[in-house]
């Protein structure tokens, strides 16, 4: 009887194990931190102050417009366009600056010019029906052009100097730019876990008749979802201007990859009703983290991208698998 009670709680000790190691934050965890270390005793460079202050810079633009892609995952979308919108929202942050007026001002008609976008593609979505993936194709296709246009192919230069050393300052040792996307990543934790709009997001995520038989307006949330998604991009868009001192044709380009890969990583799932804002920083990390460490062991950067699209395409099937045991 003894025995059979020792054998019992081993089999249970061993099932939360299990369990554990199969939540996607621990198992994150578990691969960056064998990566930091890997990174840390066989490479010279890897615990500089530089380098890791610059994995904290690099994350912390695109963990921003990861918060946000993960938001329109939740709901069952995809946003194909928020490289273009950081990209216009750099331009315009850069532009309106060169041109005289302040950076307050500057910075709020960026961060309008990328909600205008965001609801651009829930026109797009809803009242058109037309496939999320669709709709911002095109609006990327757009705003990529309309780019090119206004910059007549060319950098915008001419920031204000307190603009751009605010973004290549640190507080307490951390990178502001890091400070910022920490930040915004708790707001858009607490909206998700507390606020009526982001408990809405995952019921849209799990199907609109759900959502009709929750007495959810699809419209509004659709709305409210890639609007907001459009004001972290606006913001990651001041954040990227900030950085790089200028606005280049080609801001904010291949950006889209890594938010999304950000996201699946983290554990959102691309058939909606699932993400967590915890998991996407962590991705975001490992994402970066990846490049850092592949940069300084000296791998090639074309072995570098296959071996980023191969953690992406495993990330996608084990997406498939959570929801094929889950049915």
Known sequence: MASNTKNLAEQRRSANMKTLLMRTEISMVLIIGVLFFAAAFGTKNFLTAYNLTNILKQSAIIGVIAVAETYIIITGGIDISCGAIVGMSTLMVASCQSSGIGIF??????????????????????????????????????LR??????SNGGTVSGLHKSFTSFASGSTLFVPNLAIIWLGIAVICFLILRYVVFGRNLFVLGSGKEVAKLNGISIRKTTYMAYAFAGLLYGIAGIMLAARINSAVPTAGEGYETNAIAASVLGGASLAGGSGSIMGTVLGTLLIILIDNVGTQFGIDTFIMQVITGCVIVIAIIVDQLKKRSSR
């Open 145 to 150: 052009g309309l780019i090119k246009v206004i």
């Open 105 to 142: 001002p500057s910075m709020i008609v960026a961060m309008v010019v990328a909600i205008i976008c965001g609801v651009f593609n829930a026109v797009l979505v809803h009242e058109f029906n037309v496939t999320a993936f669709v709709a911002t194709l095109g609006t990327q296709t757009i």
